[in-house]
């Protein structure tokens, strides 16, 4: 529990993260009482990735943020370091071998979140419009020390002549917990759950928009298209 004086608000923790999650629902900030802040349990809050949010709405509120949750805040800021230069690093050898790949959900949607709602994020989502740079992209991923998580896994698209969506889970456990990635690649599209995916068109492949991260142009969709994943 978050502790504020040596007490605990007894709050029940359903009903805490219930009106955080309304109030984060809101998109205005709205006032969360101080009660409900203090009831909700850190290893709750990563759960559901809303670390951030719950350290800018303590922020907001004028008050100190509790120890814990600023430990946490620091150690996210210190991933968020690790991933955006193993991203960047990705990007830079992806260029140099003439991959196509775009970046999806996560940096690539960042801007778009109004203050305070920016995303925990915890891994890198990549997709690439072919089979052939699929196989191409496992291998530098393989080159950097990335090994398949999970099995690989394709859907038949609903649509007649449309390409199969085929996904991977990659991982590079690092020298330790810290300096872990996992990389979800995917290509054709991108999975929604393990029954459906979200086709990309060819035509999303022409010259993509793209974000700059430590100086390296990451391409990513429209947009339009990175809000519906």
């Known amino acids: 529990m978050f502790r504020r004086n040596g007490l605990v608000q007894n709050l029940p923790v359903g009903s805490a993260l219930s009106a955080l999650v309304t109030s984060l629902e809101n998109w205005d900030h709205p006032h969360v009482p101080?009660?409900?802040?203090?009831?909700?349990?850190?290893?709750?809050?990563?759960?559901?990735?809303?670390?951030?949010?719950?350290?800018?709405?303590?922020?907001?509120?004028?008050?100190?943020?509790p120890p814990d949750l600023s430990r946490r805040f620091e150690e996210l800021a210190y991933r968020r370091n690790f991933l955006e230069q193993e991203l960047s690093e990705v990007a830079r050898e992806a260029t140099g071998r003439r991959l196509r790949f775009a970046l999806i959900k996560g940096f690539a949607f960042?801007?778009?979140?109004?203050?305070?709602?920016?995303?925990?994020?915890?891994?890198?989502?990549?997709?690439?419009?072919?089979?052939?740079?699929?196989?191409?992209?496992?291998?530098?991923?393989?080159?950097?020390?990335?090994?398949?998580?999970?099995?690989?896994?394709?859907?038949?698209?609903?649509?007649?002549?449309?390409?199969?969506?085929?996904?991977?889970?990659?991982?590079?456990?690092?020298?330790?917990?810290?300096?872990?990635?996992?990389?979800?690649?995917?290509?054709?599209?991108?999975?929604?759950?393990?029954?459906?995916?979200?086709?990309?068109?060819?035509?999303?492949?022409h010259e993509p928009p793209t974000i700059s991260l430590r100086g390296v142009p990451i391409p990513i969709l429209p947009v339009v298209h990175n809000f519906v994943l």
């Open 34 to 65: 101080r009660h409900v802040l203090d009831a909700l349990p850190i290893d709750l809050v990563e759960r559901h990735r809303i670390v951030l949010h719950v350290r800018h709405l303590w922020e907001r509120r004028g008050d100190a943020v």
């Open 110 to 205: 960042e801007s778009y979140y109004p203050r305070g709602y920016a995303r925990d994020f915890g891994d890198l989502d990549l997709v690439v419009p072919s089979l052939e740079e699929f196989d191409a992209f496992l291998d530098l991923l393989h080159g950097r020390g990335y090994h398949v998580g999970s099995a690989i896994v394709a859907l038949r698209p609903q649509v007649p002549g449309a390409s199969p969506c085929v996904g991977v889970a990659v991982e590079n456990q690092g020298s330790d917990a810290r300096h872990a990635c996992k990389v979800d690649l995917s290509a054709g599209g991108h999975f929604i759950s393990h029954l459906t995916f979200c086709a990309i068109p060819d035509s999303l492949w």
